[in-house]
């Protein structure tokens, strides 16, 4: 039997502190100030996580309360959209972003070399981001640029006819310091 007096309810195992600060502002006040015109409830939902995750480049755990509370949702709400839609991030990417295409085109061009070349290369797998901090990796259904297939997002800035030597010069020059590709 479990001890029922030790047993978190959800709202306890989710919920984090709104008063936690960034720069002296509460989390509270930073989403109040990206909602800005934006109306409450549901509707707004999707314009304030992409204001949020394009002022921090995902979206903290403390402003998921913040959130919620502004818009009068759920949190439960809050992150069964967050986690629908991919583009949405809930952990801190790393330095440098790299997107490998994987829609047919693509793949048929060599996608999937790439992708490989970068998960040994980097050591990190779709999804996940270097030790380090300094890259992540995501694998795309479509990018919308079949005519230039392969194509590699690397810091949103789009490459297009990748060859596995062109991406191992953009990753050598990553590596040596160069932020212009």
């Not at 999937?112 to 380090?132: A, H, K, N």
């Not at 194509?151 to 990553?174: A, K, Q, R, Y």
């Amino acid at each position: 039997m479990i001890n029922s007096s030790a047993q978190k309810t959800d709202a306890e195992c989710f919920t984090v502190p709104q008063h936690t600060t960034i720069m002296g502002i509460t989390m509270d006040d930073k989403v109040k100030d990206l909602m800005g015109s934006l109306g409450r409830g549901r509707g707004s939902l999707i314009p304030l996580l992409q204001r949020v995750q394009s002022e921090f480049g995902y979206l903290p755990r403390e402003t998921v309360a913040a959130i919620s509370d502004a818009l009068v949702i759920s949190e439960s709400e809050v992150y069964g959209v967050a986690t629908f839609y991919s583009e949405f991030k809930l952990k801190k990417p790393g330095e440098h972003t790299f997107k490998v295409c994987m829609g047919t085109s693509c793949y048929v061009s060599g996608g999937g070399t790439l992708l490989s070349q970068i998960i040994r290369r980097l050591g990190v797998r779709p999804g996940e981001t270097t030790s380090d901090g300094k890259y992540s990796l995501d694998a795309v259904a479509c990018l919308g640029c079949c005519s230039q297939s392969p194509t590699v997002v690397l810091d949103d800035v789009i490459h297009g006819n990748v060859t596995p030597s062109t991406l191992e010069s953009m990753i050598s020059e990553l590596e040596n310091g160069s932020e212009a590709l």
